[in-house]
């Protein structure tokens, strides 16, 4: 099992930024794809960024591309981070940190993951 926390949620203004953070514990040595979701109001489940710990491939959904960064701890391989810049009000939402085991050409924004956490609300203001 792998257990997931998130943080680094808040309100910010249109045009600001924010660092989320996600802890990953437990049997974390059978994870090496980590992403971020984020759930909008009114809106389905949505697959932002994911990150393949093993060479640090990523990918992005289009609507984040240029603005948000995933990137991971070196050193713990157990945090993964999303750095969010130029935010909209269109990015507000609860995000969650996903995690599973698969190979790199299954880890994407569309992938299914098996561990979540609780999420982490952002709200963005115009």
């Known amino acids: 099992q792998v257990h997931l926390v998130e943080s680094g949620g808040g309100s910010v203004q249109a045009g600001g930024s924010l660092r989320l953070s996600c802890a990953a514990s437990?049997?974390?040595?059978?994870?090496?794809?980590m992403g971020w979701f984020r759930e909008a109001p009114g809106k389905e489940r949505e697959g932002l960024a994911t990150?393949?710990?093993?060479?640090?491939?990523?990918?992005y959904a289009d609507s984040v591309k240029g603005r948000f960064t995933i990137t991971y701890d070196d050193a713990s391989h157990t945090t993964v981070y999303l750095q969010m810049n130029s935010l909209k009000p269109d990015d507000t939402g609860m995000y969650f940190c996903a995690a599973g085991g698969m190979p790199m050409s299954a880890c994407g924004t569309s992938s299914g993951m098996p561990y979540w956490g609780k999420g982490t609300l952002v709200t963005i203001s115009s």
């Open positions: 990150i393949y710990t093993n060479d640090a491939h990523t990918a």
């Open positions: 437990g049997y974390t040595a059978t994870v090496d794809c």
